[in-house]
């Protein structure tokens, strides 16, 4: 009897696992979002003509569909993060043939954008491996590096204060200065290699990944763009229009004190680069 219990203790569970999935399927399917399926974990980069957009709020944006990824806890190596707060990242990419970006977008209802004792970033990263075999989805692994774009709150923060003070710089007539230190950014995202756990290295030449953020009513939304051709072969993701390849995500929170591999990932899933045809 004992044991018919615990069968019907499980069974309960599971239908009520899976209704939540049929459940949150038909609402997604309702707002003409698309999801992840076991037949298609293909993120697509459509091409476009003209400039791709390199802000989030560009209009050229709502004509592609975003694929909505769930995201789970790194509990691969110590300290695991079983409990993330992000929970699903949506995904949008366009290129032109000549330029290739990425809008990534994810709720928190709190923003992150400065580093001081104790606090932490918001952020979030692309991973693609260098070469064509896959390496290990968080921090590739020796002899299978993976090429890692790490966009940084804080980072956009400088990039944005920076843009302002010279704007109030050319306005003033006479004010007593502010002074204040912010560093200076070739870009708010980080180019990194990485090739296993703590062997995270930042490359000497920043700026050829750029990055541009917003932050309004709990919801992040991220651009982040490079030139399709490649200038370094050996430390640089190869991306090419026809091209199909990996790509992994991971998103940090920094007000669940979440940062290095405390955070939600997305592991591999194929990305494909349309072909330039007819442009």
Same mark, same amino acid.
């Given at each position: 009897m004992a044991r018919l219990k615990r069968w019907m203790v499980?069974?309960?569970?599971?239908?009520?696992?899976?209704s939540g999935f049929l459940l949150s399927a038909l609402v997604l399917g309702w707002l003409g979002i698309p999801i992840v399926s076991s037949e298609g974990m293909f993120i697509r980069s459509h091409l476009v003509s003209g400039d791709i957009p390199a802000v989030p709020e560009d209009p050229a944006w709502d004509k592609i569909p975003p694929l909505m990824l769930p995201l789970s806890g790194q509990v691969i190596t110590r300290p695991v993060w079983p409990e993330p707060s992000a929970r699903a990242l949506?995904?949008?990419?366009?290129?032109?043939? @000549?330029?290739?970006?990425?809008l990534l977008e994810w709720q928190d209802n709190t923003k992150n954008d400065r580093l001081t004792p104790g606090t932490f970033r918001d952020g979030v990263a692309i991973g693609l491996p260098l070469g064509d075999a896959p390496a290990f989805f968080c921090m590739g692994q020796l002899?299978?590096?993976?090429?890692? =774009?790490? *966009?940084?709150?804080? =980072?956009?923060?400088?990039?944005?204060?920076?843009?302002?003070?010279? #704007? $109030?710089?050319?306005? $003033?007539?006479? $004010?007593?200065?502010?002074? $204040?230190?912010? %560093?200076?950014?070739?870009?708010?995202?980080?180019?990194?290699? !990485? !090739?296993?756990?703590s062997t995270l290295t930042s490359k000497q030449s920043?700026?050829?990944?750029?990055?541009? /953020? @917003? *932050?309004?009513? !709990?919801? *992040?939304?991220?651009?982040?763009?490079?030139?399709?051709?490649? @200038?370094?072969q050996e430390n640089e993701a190869r991306l090419e229009p026809g091209r199909i390849q990996t790509i992994a995500f991971a998103v940090w929170n920094g007000e669940n004190k979440e940062?290095?591999?405390?955070? /939600?990932? #997305? %592991? =591999?899933?194929?990305?494909?680069?349309? %072909?330039v045809v007819g442009l």
């Open positions: 499980r069974s309960h569970s599971i239908i009520s696992l899976l949506g995904v949008r990419s366009v290129h032109n043939g @000549t330029d290739i970006a990425f002899d299978h590096y993976i090429n890692i =774009w790490h *966009w940084k709150a804080d =980072w956009q923060s400088d990039i944005d204060r920076r843009a302002a003070r010279a #704007a $109030e710089r050319k306005g $003033e007539s006479g $004010e007593v200065r502010r002074f $204040e230190v912010i %560093p200076r950014r070739a870009s708010s995202v980080e180019d990194l290699v !990485g !090739g296993g756990f920043q700026g050829r990944v750029q990055g541009k /953020a @917003t *932050w309004k009513d !709990g919801l *992040w939304r991220v651009v982040i763009r490079r030139p399709l051709a490649s @200038t370094d940062r290095n591999g405390q955070k /939600a990932v #997305a %592991p =591999w899933f194929q990305l494909s680069i349309d %072909p």
